[in-house]
């Protein structure tokens, strides 16, 4: 019953929380995916990791830029958790794309935040990363080539 209560829950402030973050109230959005994180006690599941993929989100929205890092780092722990754990299981293309995407999305929004604190070797192998995961991705290689100019 805990877990079904759990479940509605996480849902109902996640839905909140995406509302906020597209009605740009990025505080007030930080504070529902917390609450999505503390009923789920920060399971290593593709929902929860989008949940840490939109708060990092808020994160560089508000400035708060040390914390988008270790909160990047944090994502980027349960995605490869999330791949060691499911890659003997046949896991969907969707879900494939789902966990790449938002791979690369932390690996972006990381490399931003560590170009404006001015760690460029740092932004520098993060938008690396990014461009591993989508090779193609015009936007990201522009983003690298501005910090790399710097």
């Given at each position: 019953?805990?877990?079904?209560?759990?479940?509605?829950?996480?849902?109902?402030?996640?839905?909140?929380?995406n509302e906020?973050?597209?009605?740009?109230?990025?505080?007030?959005?930080?504070?529902?995916?917390?609450?999505?994180?503390?009923?789920?006690?920060?399971?290593?599941?593709?929902?929860?990791?989008?949940?840490?993929?939109?708060?990092?989100?808020?994160?560089?929205?508000?400035?708060?830029?040390?914390?988008?890092?270790?909160?990047?780092n944090e994502?980027?722990?349960?995605?490869?958790?999330?791949?060691?754990?499911?890659?003997?299981?046949?896991?969907?293309?969707?879900?494939?794309?789902?966990?790449?995407?938002?791979?690369?999305?932390?690996?972006?929004?990381?490399?931003?935040?560590l170009a404006?604190?001015?760690?460029?070797?740092?932004?520098?192998?993060?938008?690396?990363?990014?461009?591993?995961?989508?090779?193609?991705?015009?936007?990201?290689?522009?983003?690298?080539?501005?910090?790399?100019?710097?």
């Amino acid at each position: 019953i805990q877990s079904k209560l759990d479940s509605k829950l996480f849902i109902q402030y996640r839905d909140e929380a995406n509302e906020l973050l597209k009605a740009k109230k990025f505080f007030e959005a930080l504070e529902m995916y917390e609450k999505c994180l503390k009923v789920t006690r920060k399971a290593t599941t593709l929902d929860n990791i989008s949940i840490y993929v939109n708060k990092i989100a808020c994160l560089l929205f508000l400035e708060k830029l040390e914390r988008v890092v270790s909160e990047a780092n944090e994502a980027i722990r349960l995605i490869r958790n999330f791949r060691n754990k499911n890659e003997n299981t046949k896991m969907s293309k969707e879900d494939k794309e789902r966990l790449k995407q938002m791979d690369l999305r932390v690996a972006v929004r990381k490399g931003n935040a560590l170009a404006k604190l001015a760690r460029t070797i740092d932004a520098i192998a993060e938008y690396e990363r990014a461009l591993k995961i989508d090779p193609g991705n015009a936007s990201v290689q522009k983003d690298l080539d501005k910090i790399r100019k710097q």
